[in-house]
Nanobody, 108 residues
Framework: VQLQASGGGLVQTGGSLRLSCQASGTDVTISTMGWYRQAPGRQRELVVSTDYADDLRGRFIISRGRTKNTWYLQMNSLKPEDIAVYFC?????????WGQGTQVTVSS
């Protein structure tokens, strides 16, 4: 399974971004997917997933696209502390797979 994450970029504080993650290389409909992030000098952390769709931060929303095995992360009211590389991860019966990450930068 290959994952392609995209949609990162530079946004001002308070702005929004939508990240995309497309999985390929499998005919299986993937049901478990998560968005993670890793800020400089910090451990990778879970942002939100299909298993835990309640966004603890109240600003990030995960959704499934119309195209098979596509997901989105809508990020609103972005803050400088949201600066990180964002990764998508999927779980299939034969293992977990990660995307390459997309950089999100928030200017203050």
């Amino acid at each position: 399974v290959q994952l392609q994450a995209s949609g990162g970029g530079l946004v001002q504080t308070g702005g929004s971004l939508r990240l995309s993650c497309q999985a390929s290389g499998t005919d299986v409909t993937i049901s478990t997917m998560g968005w993670y992030r890793q800020a400089p000098g910090r451990q990778r952390e879970l942002v939100v997933s299909t298993d835990y769709a309640d966004d603890l931060r109240g600003r990030f929303i995960i959704s499934r696209g119309r195209t098979k095995n596509t997901w989105y992360l809508q990020m609103n009211s972005l803050k400088p502390e949201d600066i990180a590389v964002y990764f998508c991860r999927v779980r299939v019966p034969w293992g977990d797979f990660w995307g390459q990450g997309t950089q999100v930068t928030v200017s203050s």
